[in-house]
């Protein structure tokens, strides 16, 4: 059914499906056994244009063309996650911090989020990434007025940038995490939070930021000694771009698995 929502465990609400199976011998009580499944559910695909239901037995009535919905659900999918390059500009008052460039407007579950990073004029010490799902119940159904939204971070990446014009990094989705969805309880969204470390030193146009003292001993002449200043004064950007995470394919699922498994380290 198209109305079925996908199988959800977060801070507030869970969705979770069962198929109960009754086995029964002659003379023997009734043995119930509950199997537990996963939903997957894909907004803007409905059985409802599917074929009717009402057969014929007759061999001489028409045949009525089948739809395979599994192909429309791969299609949908690869239509969502085609190359789509967006550009996001990061700037303060000072100036541009950063541009940052993702290559698709949507990711399946278990792909990697390739962020590329181009800074600008103003010196960035260090740059965070976390891959969050956020989850806000409908301001309707709130047992408690003005529930905050629960962020739940599934990945994190770290790069120190000093003096670095260009670098990239990859936020992987894990495989057990539900998609984004909305009922009319809760919302689940996802997004890559930044953290930004803006050096408070900033040089001028067409300089970088001396990050150490020049220590000269003895006569003119001899030998000089650099050292890196022990602590750097910065100010904290924090910025938050959102990503669309659609399901992914069974075929896809075990390919990955398998592929995880084969890249491990071996001693």
């Not at 739809?67 to 085609?82: A, P, R």
């Not at 260009?166 to 309880?185: D, E, M």
């Not at 200043?229 to 959102?242: A, D, H, K, N, R």
Request: net charge negative; with cysteine.
């Amino acid at each position: 059914s198209s109305g079925i929502n996908a199988e959800y465990g977060g801070s507030y609400i869970k969705y979770s499906y069962l198929v109960l199976v009754g086995l029964q011998r002659v003379n023997r009580p009734v043995s119930l056994i509950s199997l537990p499944i996963r939903i997957i559910n894909l907004p803007g695909i409905s059985h409802t244009n599917g074929p009717s239901s009402t057969a014929k037995d007759h061999p001489f009535a028409k045949k009525e063309p089948t739809i395979n919905f599994e192909d429309i659900f791969m299609d949908k999918v690869q239509s969502l996650c085609c190359k789509k390059t967006r550009s996001f500009e990061v700037k303060t008052n000072a100036g541009l911090v950063c541009v940052v460039r993702l290559s698709r407007s949507a990711y399946r579950l278990g792909d990697p989020i390739e962020v590329d990073l181009e800074f600008g004029d103003v010196s960035c010490v260090q740059v965070t990434l976390k891959l969050q799902a956020m989850e806000t119940i409908s301001p309707d159904h709130e047992t408690i007025p003005e529930t905050d939204s629960r962020f739940t971070t599934h990945d994190v990446k770290t790069i120190n940038c000093i003096h670095t014009a260009s670098t990239s990094a990859s936020l992987h989705i894990p495989l057990n995490v539900v998609n984004s969805f909305s009922t009319n309880l809760v919302l689940v969204r996802w997004q890559v939070h930044f953290e930004f470390l803006i050096s408070q030193l900033q040089p001028s146009p067409g300089e970088l930021v001396d990050l150490g003292n020049t220590l000269v001993s003895g006569e003119i002449g001899s030998d000089c000694e650099w050292r890196p200043l022990q602590s750097v004064p910065v100010s904290t950007l924090t910025w938050e771009m959102p990503v669309r995470v659609v399901p992914t394919i069974p075929q896809y699922i075990a390919t990955i698995a398998w592929q995880r498994t084969q890249a491990k380290d071996t001693v």
